[in-house]
């Protein structure tokens, strides 16, 4: 099931499984090892989380279950991001800013590392664009991880293609983790999935389903495409939410989502959208819908 994500890019699971709110879940420790076992028996081996998930949380909650589960260990791949200095009690800034130094790049996989209890990470991406990025600076970093052993591979999240570019030049990138929906469209107009094809590296695409908006937006984009996946839904004999991740999987940069859900049942929603063939007119059915108008 696995597939490589960039030319000697990392082996992941088709459809990922986003951590950002495990705390939000309130799982117990054998409750979060039930559920990626459940996950795994899926075929969702890969697991996106950040440092500052769930307020610098979610990454020491997964860490638990692996200790308690250390057979799970070599049956997943593990995704983290750093870069954000994000204010909170143990983190006093005086603004929330971003931070891609060497010093603070190698804090953070090391904390991440110990909070995760794993050895290594398998990717590693640099959460948002750092507007003091020195890119050799950065990919001198990333060598050095790497040749410690300590992360795999390395990739970017919300980079623009200049600043994708920018860094791909100094160390080949293996993704760049973007957000996409049914209701959000940025990512087709911005350049950043055309590079991700010609480049032949597959983006990872978050809030898959517009953080829940899909299901509960009461404005009338929301309502309009709600309405229209509803419809098609039935058509394909698939749940809206299953149709919603074949709209993203559609996309010739063969994406990777993400899920956000804690529902086990909604990660197979989005792995049955692997196997759902969405016509090219009913993918501009749901385009147009978003947008209120027709094509050009
Ligand atoms: P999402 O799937 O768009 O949204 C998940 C939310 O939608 C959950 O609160 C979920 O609630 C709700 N939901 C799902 N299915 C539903 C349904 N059928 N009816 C009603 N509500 C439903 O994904 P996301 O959590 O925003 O993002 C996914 C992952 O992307 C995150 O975990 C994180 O790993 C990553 N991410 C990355 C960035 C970045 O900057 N790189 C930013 C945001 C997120 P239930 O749990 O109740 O189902």
């Not at 610098?56 to 799970?72: D, I, R, T, V």
């Not at 891609?100 to 590392?113: E, F, M, P």
């Not at 993704?175 to 094809?197: I, M, P, R, W, Y």
């Not at 529902?263 to 959208?273: F, P, S």
Request: glycine share 6%.
């Amino acid at each position: 099931m696995a597939v490589e994500i960039a030319p000697n890019g990392p082996l992941l699971s088709p459809i990922v499984a986003g951590m950002w709110r495990l705390n939000d879940w309130r799982l117990n420790v054998q409750a979060r090892v039930r559920w990626l076992e459940e996950a795994l028996a899926l075929g969702v081996t890969s697991f996106d989380h950040a440092d500052i998930y769930g307020d610098y949380g979610c990454e020491a909650l997964f860490g638990e279950a692996l200790k308690a589960a250390p057979h799970l260990k070599g049956q997943i791949q593990v995704i983290s991001k750093c870069g954000i200095r994000l204010k909170g009690k143990a983190h006093p800034y005086l603004v929330n800013h971003y931070d891609t130094s060497a010093a603070y790049v190698r804090a953070q996989v090391d904390a991440s590392l110990k909070r995760l209890d794993v050895e290594r990470l398998d990717l590693l991406l640099i959460h948002r664009p750092d507007y003091l990025m020195d890119a050799a600076e950065l990919a001198e970093s990333f060598h050095a991880l790497k040749k410690e052993g300590k992360v795999a591979h390395f990739g970017v999240s919300n980079h623009s293609a200049s600043q994708f570019e920018l860094l791909d030049r100094q160390w080949p990138l293996a993704t760049n983790q973007l957000e996409l929906s049914v209701l959000e469209h940025k990512a087709l107009d911005d350049g950043t999935l055309e590079q991700c094809q010609a480049k032949r590296i597959r983006p990872m695409i978050w809030s898959p389903l517009g953080g829940g908006r899909l299901f509960t937006g009461k404005d009338a984009q929301a309502l309009r495409v709600r309405a229209l996946l509803e419809a098609l839904a039935k058509d394909y004999g698939v749940s809206p939410a299953t149709l919603a991740y074949a709209w993203i999987l559609r996309h010739p940069s063969k994406p990777l989502p993400l899920t956000g859900s804690g529902r086990i049942a909604a990660v197979k929603e989005a792995v049955d959208a692997l196997k759902v063939d969405l016509s090219r007119e009913d993918w501009y059915r749901l385009w147009v819908a978003c947008r209120g108008h027709d094509v050009p």
